[in-house]
């Protein structure tokens, strides 16, 4: 199994991003799947996550300005950035589960075991 993520890059504040994760080796479908970020001497915090059957959600520092989507027919998912802020300046990364849990664990990295490398996202002027 693997987690191709990809999008990321140098944009000023009040731009655009899009972020996507390809997937390889299993779908998906039946869990969820999340996209979370790290700053630089931060934890690993979470950003948004999207499950088929449980709902979709995103950090109420995001809200308004990031969506999460999946592209089901090519295993993607994909995180919207919009109005982006240099407090968004970190290491994104998407993330996917093995297996169905409660709704409230999915906001921490320990529910999903699968991992992509991160994609730097820079905002700044």
């Known amino acids: 199994v693997q987690l191709q993520a990809s999008g990321g890059g140098l944009v000023q504040p009040g731009g655009s991003l899009r972020l996507s994760c390809t997937a390889s080796?299993?779908?998906?479908?039946?869990?969820?799947m999340a996209w979370f970020r790290q700053a630089p001497g931060q934890e690993r915090e979470f950003v948004a996550l999207?499950?088929?059957?449980?709902?979709?959600r995103v950090a109420d520092s995001v809200k308004g300005r990031f969506t999460i989507s999946r592209n089901y027919a090519e295993n993607i998912l994909n995180l919207h950035m919009s109005r982006l802020v240099p407090e968004d300046t970190a290491v994104y990364y998407c993330?996917?589960?093995?297996?169905?849990?409660?709704?409230?664990?999915?906001?921490?990295?320990?529910?999903?075991?699968?991992w992509g490398q991160g994609t730097q996202v820079t905002v700044s002027s």
């Open positions: 993330a996917g589960g093995s297996r169905r849990i409660a709704y409230s664990a999915l906001f921490t990295a320990t529910a999903y075991d699968f």
């Open positions: 080796g299993r779908t998906f479908r039946d869990v969820a």
């Open positions: 999207f499950s088929q059957t449980q709902g979709t």
